[in-house]
Nanobody, 126 residues
Framework: QVQLVESGGGSVQAGGSLRLSCAVS????????LGWFRQAPGKEREGVAK???????FYVDSVKGRFTISKDNAQNILYLQMNSLKPEDTAMYYC????????????????????WGQGTQVTVSS
């Protein structure tokens, strides 16, 4: 059974940093795509970043240069390092996993991911 459990959310002031973690268990695909999404109140879920089994990454324009997605393969933990946070980054953040590999310079839609975490709240105050 695949499980994704996020942690690391919280409240910070603008300009601050947070690191989100997503512990992945039961996920044994050799080729895969892992992603971070976020959803603010009243808005649609938005893809933030992705990483594949070859460690290739891609980001939505609004977070490029500020966020970094990475994966610790030994511990099966997905990370999202978020620096220079802005109030518009405020949202519930979700990690997601797909057993289908992802390539290319675009973010896959949320419907492509079969497995989801429960979400962790990030609040950035001005």
């Amino acid at each position: 059974q695949v499980q994704l459990v996020e942690s690391g959310g919280g409240s910070v002031q603008a300009g601050g940093s947070l690191r989100l973690s997503c512990a992945v268990s039961g996920f044994t695909y050799r080729g895969y795509c892992l992603g971070w999404f976020r959803q603010a109140p009243g808005k649609e879920r938005e893809g933030v970043a992705k990483i594949n089994h070859e460690r290739a990454t891609f980001y939505v324009d609004s977070v490029k240069g500020r966020f970094t997605i990475s994966k610790d393969n030994a511990q099966n933990i997905l990370y999202l390092q978020m620096n220079s946070l802005k109030p518009e980054d405020t949202a519930m953040y979700y990690c997601a996993a797909s057993g289908a590999a992802c390539f290319g310079t675009y973010l896959r839609p949320s419907t492509d991911y079969a497995y989801w975490g429960q979400g962790t709240q990030v609040t950035v105050s001005s």
